[in-house]
């Protein structure tokens, strides 16, 4: 029962890091001198 747990709660954790890292570098290059734009994509809730 611990193996279900283990196995979504790192894959969850491992793509947090990479959502915004990727969405961080188009979304600065493209707005650039624009930090609204930049904010409320981060959140990728």
Known sequence: MARNPVQPERDP???RP???RDDRIPGTEDDG???LD????MPPD
């Open 13 to 15: 954790r491992e793509r």
């Open 33 to 35: 001198p624009n930090p």
């Open 38 to 41: 930049t904010p409320p994509r």
């Open 18 to 20: 990479e959502e915004p």
